[in-house]
């Protein structure tokens, strides 16, 4: 955990990044359940809850997500410890397996980003459910009523943060099968996990109807217009079955890509790579096909059957977690970029623990002296990856690119807070409604309608020290999208340049 912190902590001084402004927006301007309820390609609502939650105890600042991000990163690989510990017995191998994904250098995509902050909330409540699975299997004890209730309650949090936690809650049954941790209590144990798979089914189905019945969205994956939306979505959720050759070769380059920066990763990610990410497509295929593909022939082979069913269920939920993003972003309009930071953080957490499992079984294979000097072992690899992991990570985009953005919002406050500062004596501001750039691929007015966005997410009122202020508008298009949403903050903000100067 300390290891993990070490190369982490930087995470805590990440500014906001593209849709980051587009959530805080939102939550400044419309309503929780409106917010709740805004469509994207996957459920968010326990994300959205705690992004609310957050930002209405502290505002919009960022350091305080990003606490909150790390924290739970820590938790996750004190969860990814004990599990590894209780599989196989050996601690120190435990604290190798935790200690390989915690310092992880492409975990900084989820680390980084509040929008991709869903991910480490759907990692710590997996991993939760997990962990306990295997430590009440052990004891042979009844899981009570208020323990599996607090699993379907963990994994509707990971189904409703993430896609990949979503992945994970629907095949838990399926690797509760597998595991078969309890036989006595297995048809109660696919009761309870079966029935939360079902509903997130359901509640995904019904956020499809919020979509079809016309829901006015600022969200950042769903356009106003709803003939797009439904193109775009059929797009995204139907085009891995009219193309399988796509999807595959999206889940063979996302699965090479996580094992490849995971076991890898000073050599393959970040500021002092071997590698560059472009090489890393290319390469990364190759490096799972010679080693990961062997070790793991190696580990069924050695395996009992006990075993290989914990082999099997680690790798089902690998599969699941980077075969749901494989295939929705392969049939997604805008393509999908395996190599993107932010797939890579609950997959390897399995891949960590299933990489355990097959070194555990090659270690049987060695003289005892040498596992009995398991300390020195991992503290020997400790000390010669530290720093190359220290100095690895790099941000979630290219560093120029963010410090544009930093840039933007600096500026774009000035011109704010200046225009508030003005005229003292006048009862009613009036500030030109300048663009802001929240994608790096160009400006979303319908997502983001400029500088009145931005004084929406950072300041309380329409009203400043007694000044109501409003913001001019050049766009009689922005100005008609902006001024329907009734009873919005926005909606009393922005006004037309053209009619205010007749």
Sequence with gaps: ??????????????????????????????????????????????????????????????????????????????????????????????????????????AIGTLAWISVHGHAYATTAVLWVLMDVVRYSQKAAVLRTGLLARHAFLLLVAATSFGA?????????????????????RNRLLAVYGSVAVAVVFLYLFSLIDLAAGTDSQSISVPVDLRDAIIMRSTSLWGGFNDISKTLWAFVQLFSIGFSTLFFGPLVAGKISLITVDSLLLVAPFI???????????????????????????????????????????????????????????????????????????????????????????????????????????????????????????????????????SPNQTEIYIANRPFKVFPWGYTPQHFPGLAALFVMTYPDNTVDGKRVYFLEESEDIVKMVQAKKGTRIADLVISARKATQ
């Design 1 to 106: 955990m300390i290891a993990a912190f070490f190369v982490q902590f930087d995470v805590l001084f990440s500014g906001l990044l593209f849709d980051d402004f587009v959530h805080f927006y939102e939550i400044s301007n419309i309503s929780y359940m409106d917010y709740l309820r805004q469509p994207h390609q996957h459920l968010l609502h326990s994300f959205k809850t705690v992004l609310w939650s957050v930002e209405s105890l502290f505002g919009v600042n960022p350091f305080v997500f990003m606490l909150i991000a790390l924290i739970l990163h820590l938790a996750s690989v004190r969860l990814l410890f004990e599990i590894v510990f209780r599989l196989t017995g050996k601690i120190h191998l435990a604290a190798f397996g935790a200690a390989l994904w915690g310092m992880e250098p492409y």
């Design 165 to 185: 936690g979503l992945a994970s809650t629907v095949i838990f049954p399926l690797v509760i099968v597998i595991l078969n941790p309890l036989p006595s209590q």
């Design 288 to 422: 799972a096909i010679f080693i990961a593909l062997p070790l793991l022939v190696f580990g069924v082979f050695v395996s009992g059957v006990n075993e290989r069913r914990r082999l099997l269920a680690m790798l089902l939920l690998v599969c699941a977690s980077y075969g749901l993003i494989a295939y929705a972003r392969s049939g997604a309009w805008f393509g999908i970029h395996p190599e993107a930071y932010r797939y890579h953080y609950l997959a390897p957490a399995f891949m960590a623990i299933l990489f355990c499992l097959i070194l555990s079984k090659l270690f049987d294979r060695f003289p005892q002296r040498l596992i009995k000097q398991g300390r020195v072992w991992f503290a020997v690899w400790l000390l010669l990856v530290i720093i190359p992991f220290y100095l690895s990570p790099d941000n979630v985009v290219k560093e120029a690119l963010l410090v544009n953005q930093k840039k933007q919002l600096t500026d774009s406050m000035q011109i704010i807070d200046t225009a508030l500062k003005k």
